[in-house]
C-alpha cells in the first residue's frame, strides 16, 4: 500500500528520486547552494582547492620574502600558464618584479572584485573551482598584509560564485524545479491540505501530478503526503504522486492477514473498530486469521458509527466459515451428519465458485447446535429463469432475494448493497441506495424484474422490451414504485386511484372529465441491468439497448469482466432531461423496460470496466451473532489523532448534553441524561398494576419494572448532514443490581414496588453498545425521514421546521422498527 513520505522536509536517501547526486540523494552541501557531485569528472576539484595543477582562470600567488631561488625554464604551472604580457614584465634574471608592481596586480584583483566584474558562472554550472597557483621563482616574498588582501579578494570571489549559483539553484535553472510545500497551498480542512490544490500547485511548477488515493482517518480529498520526494527538493522528474486520502476504509488485502497486522492496517482510521470471532473447523484457514470485514476488503467505511469490523478465525462449533467454496452436496452431506437440516438454493456467483457454497443462513462462522440451515451455491445465467421463478420460495413473493444479494462495486469504490428488506411482510430485496422519495422503507421498495413484481409468474404481454423473456441471460431490476409511482406538484404518490393532478394538486374529487392532468411528471428511478456470468453481453448491446455513444466510449476503455456477476446502473446525469411532464391517465413512463407498449430510452453508460458494478461480497457475516475477540489488539498510541478524536467529541457532547425521554405509552419509557463529559444514565421502567403479584398490600399502588444504566459514549464522528455518530463503549456500560432485586419505594413512588428486571425484557433504554445518532439543536426535520418521525413526540413535527432540542437515535431506530432488546432507540429531549 502506499504510504506518506515520513520524513517530508528532510534531505532523501532512497537513491531513486531524480536528485542530482553520486548515489541519487541530496549532498550534505545543498543547503548551501552548491551542489558538488563526486561522480563527475568536472566537480572533482572542491571549493577553495590550492593544490589542484589546473585551474580554469589563473591566479597569483607569491612566495615568502625570504626565500629565493635559481629560475627553472618554463617547469612553473605559473611561467606556462600566464599571460604573455605578464610573462614579459618578469626580470630576464628570474629576478622578483618589484614590489610595487605585486600592489598593482593586488589592487586591480581587489578593484574588479569590489565593481562585480568577476565574471558569473553559467547556468548550468554545479560546482565553482579555484586554483592557486604554486610558488616559483617568478613569484617573489610579498608582505604579510599583502598575502592577505589577496586572500580576501579570492575570498570574495567565492562568495559571488557561491550566490550566483543559490540563486540560480533556487530559481529552479538548473538541479530540478522545487517540490511545493502543501502548507502554501488553500486547505482542505482542518487536517491538511487539499490533494487538488496541491496537484494544481505541482502543474504550475512543470510537474504532471499523478493522484493516487489510500484510505485514511482525513477527510475525503485531503493530502497525505507526495511519493518518494518531499516538499522543498528540487526534482529533476516529471511525475510527482499525490496522496489523497479517500475517508476512512479497510484497506485491500487486510483480510487474510494475521489479527496484528490487520488491526495496524485500520486501527488509525478514526472511526471505531472491532474483533469477533468466527468458527472454523476445517483446516483452510489458520486460526487467528482475518477471513473477513465490514466493510469488505478494499472498501471505504460507509457508517462511521458502525466504523470497522474484523472477523477472526477460532475452532469452535457451528457453520464454519470455511465452508464458503466447498462443493454444495459435501456440504450438504457434511451438515446434514452434524444435525443440520439443510436446504439447498442458487445465488448468482463468480465463475470459480460455480455449484460451491458462498453463502449460507444461519451466516458462516456463526456458533450454532443444529437447526435449520440454508446453503446457498453459485449459479450462472443457465439458470437465471429457474432461480427467479419462485419455485426456491414458494411462500414468498421474493424470488430474487437469494440470487442477487450481496455488495457490488465499480473501479471508483462506490457501491450499492442488494439486501433483504426489513419491511417484515415480503423479506424483498431492495438497493441500499433507494426509499420511496418520502424515505420510507416500504413493500414498494423491493426491486422486481417485471410489471407484476416479484412473484413466480411473469405476464409477457405487459413486458415487450423485457430482458428476461428474451435469451440473453440478462435482465432488469428497478424498485417496484417506479410502476406506478409519480410527482404531483411536490408530492410523490405511489398509485393514481383514487385521484387526478391538475394545477400540481391532487383532488379527489371534481376532476375534469377529460382526463387531462397538469403539474404531474415522471422522475427516472433507479433502473439496474444484471448480467449473470455466461449472460450474452455483446447481444444486449448489438440490439441497441444502450445508448449508441456510451456504446461508442465503452469501447475505448476496458472491456466488461464477464467472469463475475455485475449490472450496469443507470446514470441519470448523462441525460438531458430525467423528467417529463404527465398530460393524462395514459401518458407512458419512457423510463421503463416494459409497459404500454412504449420503447425506453436507451440506456447510458454501456457496459465496461470502469462502469460496472461488480459482485464483490455475496457472502454475509451476522456480527450481532459473533462473540468478541478475548484478547483484542490495543490501539495505536497517537496523540495527533486520539486529540482531533476528543476535539470532536467534546463538540458533540456539548451539543448533546442533557436530559432526553422516550415514551410509547403504556409500553416501556426510558429517560437518559446525558453529561458534557460523555457520561450517561439511564432509567428503563414499565408500570404494572393488573399482573399476578404486582400488587399486594405491601405495595397495592403496583409495580415498575426497572433497569438502570451507566455508561458512556467513547467517540463521535461529525457526519456530511452535520449530525453525529456515537459509539458506546461497551466496557463503561453498566446495569445496577441484580435482576429479582425490589423493594417497596416510600418516597417517590409511594406503594410502589421497585422491581429489578433483566435487561432482555426491556425494549427500551440501551440493552448494549451500538452506535447512535445525535441530530443537533436546528437539524432539519425533513431529513430525519419518516422512520425517525414516526416516534412518540415527533410524529407531528411539520416538514419545513428544525428540531427545537437534539435527538438520539439508536441504531435500530430504522426501516419502521422500534427496538430490539439489546440496543437503543429514539430519545428526544423535551423542550422544557
Request: proline letters at 6%.
Amino acid at each position: 500500500m502506499d504510504t506518506v513520505d515520513s520524513h517530508a522536509g528532510e534531505a532523501d536517501a532512497d537513491g531513486g528520486d531524480g536528485v542530482d547526486g553520486g548515489n541519487g540523494s541530496v549532498d550534505d552541501n545543498a543547503g548551501s547552494g552548491v551542489d558538488i557531485d563526486s561522480s563527475d569528472p568536472d566537480d572533482d576539484a572542491a571549493v577553495g582547492d590550492a593544490t589542484s595543477s589546473e585551474s580554469a582562470e589563473p591566479v597569483v600567488s607569491v612566495a615568502s620574502s625570504d626565500s629565493v631561488e635559481e629560475p627553472q625554464a618554463a617547469e612553473s604551472a605559473w611561467e606556462a600558464e600566464a599571460p604573455a604580457e605578464m610573462q614579459a614584465e618578469a626580470q630576464p634574471n628570474g629576478a622578483t618584479p618589484p614590489v610595487s608592481e605585486i600592489d598593482e596586480i593586488g589592487e586591480v584583483a581587489e578593484a574588479e572584485v569590489a565593481e562585480g566584474a568577476a565574471p558569473a558562472p553559467a547556468a548550468t554550472a554545479i560546482s565553482a573551482t579555484v586554483t592557486a597557483a604554486p610558488v616559483t621563482a617568478a613569484t617573489t616574498a610579498v608582505s604579510p598584509s599583502r598575502r592577505i588582501r589577496i586572500i580576501i579578494a579570492l575570498v570574495a570571489v567565492i562568495a559571488v560564485v557561491v550566490a550566483a549559483l543559490f540563486g540560480t539553484y533556487q530559481a529552479g535553472l538548473w538541479g530540478g524545479n522545487a517540490i511545493p510545500d502543501p502548507a502554501g497551498v488553500s486547505a482542505g480542512g482542518k487536517s491538511g491540505s487539499s490533494a487538488k490544490e496541491v496537484s494544481k500547485a505541482l502543474s504550475q511548477q512543470g510537474f504532471t501530478p499523478k493522484v493516487t488515493v489510500q484510505f485514511s482517518r482525513e477527510k475525503s480529498g485531503t493530502f497525505l503526503g507526495y511519493k518518494n520526494v518531499h516538499a522543498g527538493q528540487h526534482y529533476r522528474g516529471t511525475t510527482v504522486t499525490v496522496l489523497s486520502s479517500q475517508g476512512p476504509g479497510v484497506p485491500k488485502g487486510t483480510t487474510g492477514q494475521s489479527l496484528s497486522k490487520a488491526a495496524a492496517a485500520v486501527q488509525d482510521m478514526g472511526v471505531p473498530v472491532a474483533y469477533k470471532q468466527v468458527v472454523v473447523n476445517g483446516s483452510k484457514i489458520k486460526e487467528g486469521t482475518v477471513v473477513a470485514s465490514q466493510p469488505a476488503d478494499g472498501q471505504p467505511v460507509t457508517d462511521p458509527a458502525s466504523g470497522i469490523k474484523l472477523a477472526v478465525a477460532a475452532r469452535g462449533t457451528g457453520v464454519s466459515y470455511d465452508i464458503i467454496g466447498t462443493d454444495k452436496n459435501a456440504a450438504q452431506s457434511q451438515y446434514g451428519k452434524l444435525g443440520f437440516d439443510v436446504t439447498l438454493r442458487p445465488r448468482f456467483s463468480a465463475k470459480n465458485m460455480l455449484g460451491k457454497v458462498v453463502d449460507s443462513d444461519p451466516a458462516p462462522g456463526t456458533p450454532a447446535q443444529g437447526g435449520a440451515l440454508t446453503l446457498f451455491y453459485g449459479i450462472d445465467a443457465s439458470g437465471m429463469k429457474d432461480a427467479v421463478s419462485g419455485q426456491y420460495d414458494p411462500d414468498s413473493l421474493n424470488p430474487m432475494t437469494a440470487p442477487v444479494q450481496g455488495r457490488y462495486c465499480n473501479s471508483k469504490n462506490d457501491c450499492v448493497d442488494f439486501t433483504k428488506n426489513s419491511d417484515g411482510e415480503t423479506n424483498g430485496v431492495s438497493s441500499s441506495e433507494y426509499q420511496t422519495p418520502d424515505q420510507r422503507w416500504t413493500f414498494e421498495d423491493n426491486l422486481v424484474f417485471c410489471v407484476s413484481g416479484q412473484q413466480s409468474a411473469c405476464p409477457n404481454d405487459s413486458m415487450i422490451n423485457n430482458l428476461f423473456t428474451g435469451n440473453t441471460g440478462a435482465f432488469e431490476l428497478l424498485p417496484l414504485s417506479t410502476l406506478t409511482g409519480f410527482t404531483c406538484g411536490d408530492t410523490y404518490k405511489l398509485g393514481r386511484e383514487g385521484g387526478n393532478c391538475i394545477g400540481g394538486k391532487w383532488i379527489t374529487e371534481g376532476a375534469p372529465s377529460d382526463g387531462k392532468w397538469s403539474g404531474a411528471r415522471y422522475d427516472m428511478g433507479p433502473l439496474y441491468v444484471y448480467f449473470p456470468v455466461g449472460a450474452d453481453v455483446n447481444k444486449v448491446v448489438a440490439s441497441g439497448y444502450f445508448d449508441k455513444q456510451s456504446v461508442a466510449d465503452a469501447k475505448k476503455g476496458k472491456p466488461v469482466d464477464t467472469s463475475r456477476p455485475f449490472f450496469i446502473r443507470r446514470d441519470k446525469t448523462l441525460y438531458d432531461s430525467s423528467s417529463i411532464p404527465i398530460t393524462s391517465l395514459t401518458t407512458p413512463n419512457p423510463f421503463l423496460p416494459w409497459g404500454n407498449g412504449s420503447s425506453m430510452e436507451p440506456v447510458k453508460p454501456a457496459p465496461s470496466d470502469d462502469t460496472a458494478y461488480y459482485l464483490v461480497d455475496s457472502a454475509s457475516v451476522d456480527w450481532d451473532a459473533l462473540p468478541d475477540v478475548k484478547n483484542p489488539p490495543k490501539p495505536k498510541n497517537n496523540a495527533a489523532a486520539d486529540s482531533a478524536a476528543k476535539v470532536v467529541l467534546k463538540a458533540a457532547m456539548q451539543q448533546a448534553a442533557g436530559q432526553y425521554v422516550y415514551d410509547v405509552g403504556t409500553m416501556w419509557k426510558s429517560k437518559l441524561t446525558v453529561n458534557g463529559d460523555g457520561s450517561f444514565s439511564g432509567r428503563a421502567m414499565r408500570y404494572n398494576a393488573t399482573g399476578d403479584g404486582d400488587t399486594t398490600p405491601e405495595h397495592p399502588q403496583g409495580t415498575i419494572r426497572e433497569s438502570r444504566f451507566t455508561g458512556r459514549f467513547a467517540s463521535a464522528t461529525k457526519n456530511t448532514d452535520g449530525s453525529y455518530a456515537l459509539q458506546c463503549d461497551a466496557g463503561a456500560l453498566h446495569f445496577e443490581g441484580k435482576p429479582g432485586d425490589s423493594y417497596v419505594d416510600q418516597n417517590t413512588d409511594k406503594g410502589m414496588r421497585i422491581l429489578t428486571v433483566d435487561k432482555s425484557e426491556v425494549t427500551t433504554g440501551i440493552g448494549s453498545c451500538g452506535s447512535f445518532t445525535l441530530y443537533p439543536k436546528g437539524f432539519p426535520v425533513a431529513q430525519l425521514g419518516d422512520s425517525i418521525r414516526s416516534f412518540g413526540g415527533m410524529n407531528n413535527l411539520p416538514d419545513g421546521s428544525a428540531l427545537s432540542t437534539p435527538v438520539i437515535a439508536g441504531s435500530e431506530a430504522k426501516n419502521g422498527e422500534l427496538f430490539n432488546s439489546n440496543v437503543g432507540g429514539v430519545f428526544f429531549a423535551p423542550q422544557d
